[in-house]
């Protein structure tokens, strides 16, 4: 429909149309983005601050050091003295049988060597000789040394080498459920701020077609125009006010969306504030520099929790095949204990010769059958866990170098979107220009006004994918953007 006639004498709505362009195409820092309303910003960084401080992920992520650290003392506790005793007691037929008590103190040490320090005391009239002791008691101090298994590495000894290294897997682990974190709330965070700009121009897309509706109804009513003029106003109305209720909606969404990651210090979810808003500022509009980008490579290849837990993992099953190698050999066991003399004092270290009590505990399975399958097993997982290692390394470095070459391009298309935005806004001028002249339709305006808040959307879908693209970027080198890495 062309409205030349309209143009030249409605001055109203000429001076409407002119003001609401102006407020589409006044210029902004990043992008010429329209304008956001004035409220209180909620910056990236703060938002971060929010999750590591309350979220519950991360406080349970911060409890994994705490679960490596009690592992640890629970495998140095297989090192820990421990005393005991022993006492068995046999009455019949009004008869003492006998009274045999053994009180010990046991002492390990690193090379699975046992000291042990008791004393006994056996009483009764049906004492077996071998348990005859002097009546003061006995008291004996010696030593059980392995000589065949468990000379060079024991159950206790891998234990605690184990639970050493899962220290630092779980700090890969920790570190590892933090990144994810970040990543979902940076992916949320700028979905919610495209639904805040869709809102924004779907807010002025609307008043410019109210705008319009309202100057048409006003020159049926005068005459000027037919009824039927005011149809086309009245659709193109009706779409914005549709679009404006979906950019609510989604706005609503987003907001519910964003408020999930906010905690209060009690474990008390928090309300995201209505009168926050979203802020692109100069650090969160720029991407990490050629340099800061090798940077994230480098640590990626020796920090990548993924690739420290892998490696945690090779290292405790190296220490189980160790294990399983020392089970091959046969069980010999030496023990030696001094014993007191009668009058309670220890006789001169004369070993094999007066007042001791030794042994020797030998065992050997003939077929070995479950001691090398053991240790086929492990060096079986040995492997596999080094294969999906280097897997594993590859499968890092291919996913940054994507993540960088969707930066590169999503970079180069946003050039372009803000260059179409420009153009667009170049457009639409000149076309309210001839608009002003009678060269032009209502009809063409609208239009132009479509086309560059169609661009306008483009750009900011575009930043926030680039954006998200971003943090993706750091999860993939097994960082985030919080961590200060890449900057």
């Known amino acids: 429909m062309i409205f030349s006639d309209f143009a030249f004498h409605n001055i109203k709505l000429k001076g409407a149309l002119i003001i609401l362009v102006f407020l589409l195409y006044s210029g902004t820092s990043f992008g010429q983005l329209v304008p956001v309303p004035s409220g209180k910003p909620f910056r990236l960084t703060s938002f971060y601050e929010i999750i590591f401080k309350n979220h519950p992920i991360a406080k349970q992520a911060n409890l994994m050091p705490e679960i490596a650290k009690q592992e640890l003392r629970m495998a140095r506790g297989m090192f820990d003295p421990k005393i005991g005793a022993d006492f068995l007691q046999k009455q019949y037929n009004d008869k003492d049988y006998y009274n045999n008590l053994d009180a010990y103190l046991k002492v390990p040490v690193w090379t699975n060597t046992d000291l042990k320090v008791g004393r006994e005391r ?95 109804r006003q020159r049926v009513v005068q005459g000027d125009l037919a009824n039927i003029d005011s149809v086309e106003a009245k659709i193109f109305l009706q779409d914005r006010i549709i679009l404006l ?39 969160q509009a720029m991407l990490p520099s050629e340099a800061a980008v090798n940077e994230l490579f480098e640590f990626a290849k020796a920090n990548h929790p993924e690739l420290v837990k892998a490696k945690g993992k090779i290292n405790q099953l190296d220490i189980d095949r160790r294990l399983s190698v020392e089970m091959l050999k046969p069980v010999l066991n030496v023990q030696y204990n001094f014993l007191t003399r009668p009058d309670g004092t220890f006789s001169e270290l004369n070993i094999l010769q007066n007042n001791y009590k030794a042994g020797v505990n030998f065992s050997f399975p003939l077929f070995l059958r479950k001691e090398r399958g053991k240790l086929q097993l492990v060096k ?14 590859r499968d890092i470095i291919t996913e940054l170098n994507q993540s960088n070459n969707n930066i590169r391009n999503m970079r180069n298309q946003l050039d372009v979107v803000n260059s179409m935005v420009v153009n667009h806004n170049i457009l639409l001028r000149a076309e309210v220009r001839k608009f002003e002249n009678g060269e032009s339709s209502l009809f063409l305006v609208n239009s132009r006004q479509s086309k560059f808040i169609e661009a306008q959307v483009k750009q900011a879908s575009l930043v926030s994918k680039l954006q998200k693209e971003k943090a993706m970027l750091y999860w993939a080198a097994g960082a985030n953007e919080f961590s200060g890495m890449g900057k």
């Open 122 to 216: 056996n009483t009764g009239v049906f004492l077996n000789n071998s348990d005859n002791v002097p009546e003061g008691g006995l008291t004996y101090a010696g030593i059980e040394i392995p000589i065949g298994q468990g000379l060079f590495i024991d159950q206790r000894r891998a234990m605690l080498r184990q639970a050493q290294i899962f220290q630092t897997m779980a700090v890969a682990e920790q570190q590892k459920m933090l990144n994810k974190l970040i990543l979902s709330a940076a992916k949320d965070y700028w979905n919610w701020y495209f639904s805040y700009r869709q809102l924004i121009l779907a807010d002025s897309a609307f008043v410019f077609a109210q705008q319009n509706y309202n100057a048409v």
């Open 245 to 283: 209720q979906q950019s609510k909606l989604d706005w609503q969404n987003a907001s519910l969306q964003l408020a999930n990651y906010l905690w209060l210090d009690n474990n008390q979810p928090a309300e995201l504030a209505d009168d926050v808003n979203p802020e692109l500022t100069v650090e």
């Open 380 to 393: 079986t997982k040995l492997l596999q866990s080094q294969n999906e290692l280097s897997q594993l390394n």
